[in-house]
């Protein structure tokens, strides 16, 4: 069995703010979006070749990760998809939107509009992602 890597594209794109159970929660650096994406730590790459209790579990992720952004963030729509037409291992975008961000109400992908966090930022939300989900563990940021 290989070791789990994180895909070259999600490593350099996004943060790593914490584990949950056997996945990664990663932030996207682009902070005019409230943006994470959870990384089952598994080889498999379609949702429906997941176990059963994996599927509910990275329903479960995803549903308290929307419930996080809505916690934090103005939001109209909270988006959550699968696309891996770039990246094949498997993840799920869970994605805060209002109607005043800067692509809306189009789809965020390609948007060529970004703004990078400050380290002070990602630690804050970091923070409060561990505080909101009791079960998370800390990923040191470099």
């Known amino acids: 069995m290989t070791q789990f890597q994180l895909n070259s594209r999600l490593n350099n794109d996004c943060y790593t703010i914490a584990k949950w159970d056997n996945s990664l929660i990663l932030l996207l650096d682009n902070k005019l979006y409230p943006w994470f994406i959870i990384v089952p730590k598994t080889s498999i ?18 549903s308290k990760i929307s419930a996080f952004i809505r916690s934090e963030y103005i939001t109209d729509k909270i988006n959550v998809a699968s696309i891996g037409n770039m990246v094949t291992q498997i993840h799920i975008h869970v994605i805060g939107r209002h109607k005043a961000d800067v692509s ?20 804050e939300i970091q923070k409060k992602v561990i ?12």
């Open 45 to 62: 790459q379609q949702i429906d070749q997941l176990d059963e209790s994996e599927q509910i579990n990275l329903l479960k992720q995803s």
């Open 131 to 142: 505080h909101f989900i009791p079960k998370t563990t800390i990923i040191e940021i470099i």
């Open 104 to 123: 809306w109400p189009d789809v965020v992908w390609g948007q060529s509009q970004k703004e990078p966090y400050l380290k002070k930022e990602i630690l």
